[in-house]
Antibody, heavy 116, light 110 residues
Framework: EGQLVDSGGGLVEPGGSLRLSCVASGFPFSNAWMGWVRQAPGEGLEWVGRVKSRSDGETTDYGAPVKGRFIISRDDSKNMVYLYMNSLRTDDTGVYYC???????WGKGTTVTVSS | QSALTQPASVSGSPGQSITISCIGTSSDIGGYNFVFWLQQHPGKVPKLMISDVSNRPSGVSNRFSGSKSGNTASLTISGLQAEDEADYYCTSYTRGSTWVFGGGTKLTVL
């Protein structure tokens, strides 16, 4: 059964940067499109973005609120996917989940707090 | 891309059936058969309950079913049980190659 372990969250000041990581196991990672979903405190789920598989061009797509500030990348040799977050704002605060693009496997989430 | 529209809350008694609607547009729900439903218990990780409009992943109870008509998708839970009390989210693939979520529906089992 597939497993994702996400990490890297923490407290960062507005305007700062943070890198989240996610390691996958138990499924053919190199074939999987991988994404991130976030959830602000007390709010619903919001799609952050995805990176496609290498065979599909390893291209990325992003939700409007993060486009131009966040970058998703992958390293198939390590079964890793990364979320680089720049120009962080207070409304980026929340739990960030690593997930397969088909949302059938989820990490436990890592908490990002943007505050001065 | 605007969020999909879900009712904020629904409720039902044990054994009853409930349906949660998810209204989108021709650019998302109406244009693709990629509508998923997720269940999230308080403080827990979301769980995929329905994929591709009506497919149940392995291990999901057959009390959960999904459908779509036009720009509206629906999740039906039959034979309500106390453990079904949770938040439910719909999500759809969009013309912009992104996913869009609904605002979530809180299901209360009376």
């Amino acid at each position: 059964e597939g497993q994702l372990v996400d990490s890297g969250g923490g407290l960062v000041e507005p305007g700062g940067s943070l890198r989240l990581s996610c390691v996958a196991s138990g499924f053919p990672f190199s074939n999987a499109w991988m994404g991130w979903v976030r959830q602000a405190p007390g709010e619903g789920l919001e799609w952050v973005g995805r990176v496609k598989s290498r065979s599909d061009g390893e291209t990325t797509d992003y939700g409007a609120p993060v486009k131009g500030r966040f970058i998703i990348s992958r390293d198939d040799s390590k079964n890793m996917v990364y979320l680089y977050m720049n120009s962080l704002r207070t409304d980026d605060t929340g739990v960030y989940y690593c997930t397969t693009d088909r949302m059938d496997v989820w990490g436990k989430g890592t908490t990002v707090t943007v505050s001065s | 891309q605007s969020a999909l529209t879900q009712p904020a809350s629904v409720s039902g008694s044990p054994g009853q059936s409930i349906t949660i609607s998810c209204i989108g547009t021709s650019s998302d729900i109406g244009g693709y058969n990629f509508v998923f439903w997720l269940q999230q218990h308080p403080g827990k990780v979301p769980k995929l309950m329905i994929s591709d409009v009506s497919n149940r992943p392995s291990g999901v109870s057959n009390r959960f079913s999904g459908s779509k008509s036009g720009n509206t998708a629906s999740l039906t839970i039959s034979g309500l049980q106390a453990e079904d009390e949770a938040d439910y989210y719909c999500t759809s693939y969009t013309r912009g190659s992104t996913w869009v979520f609904g605002g979530g529906t809180k299901l209360t089992v009376l």
